[in-house]
C-alpha cells in the first residue's frame, strides 16, 4: 500500500464549494477529486489542453471584439448622419428666442435621459433593433427577386 502525506491548502470559499459539489456529484472525497486535478495539472499534456483551452477562449474573444467594432462603426456612422441632417435643417435662433429655446432643450433632454434610462433597463437595444430590421429587409429584398 502507498503511503500518502497530508498537505494542508487554502481555498477560496467559491472553489472549495464547487471541490465539495463535484465530490458529492462523482461519489468521491474531496481529497481525490483535489488529487486528480493536481495529476492533471502536472501532467505532460496539461499544457497542451490549457493551451486549447486559452486558444478557444482567445477566439471568442476575438469574435467579440470584431462585434464590438462593428458596432462601433455602426454608432459612429449614425452620430455623424444625425449631426449632418441637424445642422442642415436647424435655422439659428434670434437672440430673443434662445433662453427659451434652452429650456425647452433641457426639458427635452430629460425626457431623452428617462427614455435612454428605461431602454437599457429593459436590455433591448438599438443596435439588435436595427441588426433585426437589416436582417428583415434583406430576407425581404431577396423574396422579391
Given at each position: ?16 464549494k ?5 465530490a ?21 499534456d ?14 471568442k ?30 435655422p ?33 437595444r ?20
Amino acid at each position: 500500500m502507498q503511503t500518502k502525506t497530508r498537505m494542508n491548502v487554502y481555498f477560496e470559499p467559491d472553489l472549495l464549494k464547487k471541490v465539495e459539489a463535484l465530490a458529492l456529484r462523482r461519489n468521491v472525497s474531496k481529497s481525490a477529486v483535489i488529487e486528480a486535478a493536481v495529476a492533471s495539472f502536472l501532467s505532460a499534456d496539461a499544457s497542451e489542453r490549457l493551451e486549447a483551452v486559452f486558444a478557444r477562449r482567445m477566439d471568442k474573444l476575438g469574435r467579440q471584439v470584431d462585434g464590438l467594432d462593428e458596432d462601433l462603426a455602426i454608432l459612429g456612422e449614425t452620430l455623424s448622419l444625425f449631426i449632418r441632417f441637424w445642422l442642415t435643417v436647424t435655422p439659428p435662433l434670434p437672440d430673443s428666442a434662445q433662453a427659451s429655446a434652452r429650456a425647452k432643450g433641457a426639458e427635452r433632454f430629460d425626457g431623452f435621459l428617462q427614455s435612454l434610462g428605461r431602454r437599457l433597463a429593459t436590455g433591448d437595444r438599438f443596435l439588435k433593433e436595427l441588426s433585426r430590421d437589416v436582417a428583415g429587409l434583406k430576407e425581404q429584398t431577396e423574396a422579391e427577386k
